[in-house]
């Protein structure tokens, strides 16, 4: 009888509304979960067999069903977090774990980038799984396929200095000192010097001494003088010398050397040979201004380096758009040690197996994974986290919808229930 048919039929509403409600229960609970992605029932009528005196191919709707529980993978807002590890997605993919969760070993996707580095060294995620990642060789080159992500005890190794670079303003006003500069009498020989710190072979540190002596209008001599503690002579060395010479304007003429360079430092590699540039001579082809100059003005340095370093040991990580990890090392150096990988689908059906992540199926397709940046994947915003994509008046709307659709849905049991009432009835 059709009024039974009527019953069933509200009671297909009402647990279709009722598993909606559910879905929507789930989303609004997780309003605050970081990465999660909200979902929605997807209804579909249910028809029956054809009905005698309907049109011909018809068939009558017998109710309705909840074929799926659709994710959403809108972009959520971003929430700054001052973590530098703390990594959210701006854009399509999903970041690449590995591990055992729930006692299955494998890998897993997921939007929640909260990671931080575990007892061994690893990069992991909340539950532990290892984000996964390219690795770097010990001159930052991004190498070899994707494995778990390491960046525990890197460390850099020493660097030999092999050459200084220094610019400076020698006073052009000041008297020249006859017979040239003495190392064993360094003070009352020379018009100024400066200190350098360098490094032997064994990253060891060494100061060593810049002094510059006027021998000659708009003509200098600079020696470069190890200490004899340091020396393997045990006497104070002239290393490296050459002359500066300079135009009536004040810009570099040209730099020679006049002693070959030869650093001998105790218990080091020797003949370490360290360069000396004092700017861009005119006679190399350069201004002779943007370096080392002569005016009347004090004498000053404005600019020094060397390119050596001490061995060093990681002290904190950044990471950039493009999921490269750089190191900031003990001795300063930075140097790229890894690049986080992501992952993209062509399709969306993904798994959600808990704790905000998710595993391949059929219907998503296997996972496409590469950098960040690349081939349509998003790029990683550093410090920041993705919030939930839940949006709370939305979910209370569909709450409310999903309501009256449920007491809809039972007013026609009800309804039916007093019509077959009335059936029974004709008996008295």
Known sequence: ?????????????????????????????????????????????????????????????????????????????????????????????????RGDHNGINSNYYTRAGQFHVDKEGYLIDVHGLRAQGYGADDQGNIVGGVGDMYIGDKSTPATVTSSITMNANLQADVD??????????????????????VYDSLGNAHDVTVYFTKTADNTWDYNV?????????GTDQICAAGTLTFNTEGALQSQTTTMASDFDFVGATQDQVIDMTFGDPI????????????????????????????????????????GLITGVFS???????????????KGMGLDGVGGNLYTATKESGDPSVGAAGTGGRGGIQTSM?????????????????????????????????????EVVNLRR
Do not use: C
């Open 176 to 197: 020249s000192i006859p017979g040239g500069f003495d190392v064993a009498d360094p003070d009352n020989t020379s018009n100024f010097s400066n200190v350098v710190t």
């Open 1 to 97: 009888m059709s009024l039974f048919r009527m019953m069933n039929i509200g009671y297909s509403g009402m647990i279709a509304n009722s598993f909606a409600m559910n879905v929507i229960g789930d989303n609004i609970a997780n309003m605050n979960t970081i990465g999660f992605k909200k979902s929605r029932a997807v209804f579909a009528d249910v028809v029956g067999s054809q009905v005698a005196g309907w049109v011909a191919g018809s068939r009558q709707g017998i109710g309705t069903e909840v074929q799926d529980s659709e994710k959403m993978f809108a972009q959520g807002s971003m929430l700054s977090t001052g973590s530098s590890l703390d990594l959210a997605i701006n854009g399509n993919g999903f970041f690449v774990v």
């Open 225 to 233: 003088v190890v200490p004899g503690d340091d020396h393997t002579s």
């Open 331 to 345: 001795n300063g150096e930075k140097r790229e040690i890894g690049q986080l990988a992501l992952a993209t689908f």
């Open 283 to 322: 006679a190399d082809g350069g201004t002779g201004f943007s370096g080392t100059t002569q005016y009347a003005s004090d004498y000053s340095v404005t600019f020094q380096s060397q390119d050596g370093a001490s061995s060093g040991n990681l002290q904190s990580v950044y990471i950039d758009e493009g």
């Open 385 to 421: 986290l993705e919030q939930s994509n839940v949006d709370l008046t939305e979910e209370f709307v569909n709450l409310i919808t999903a309501q009256r659709g449920f007491q809809a849905s039972s007013k026609s049991i009800s309804t039916a229930d007093s019509l077959l009432q």
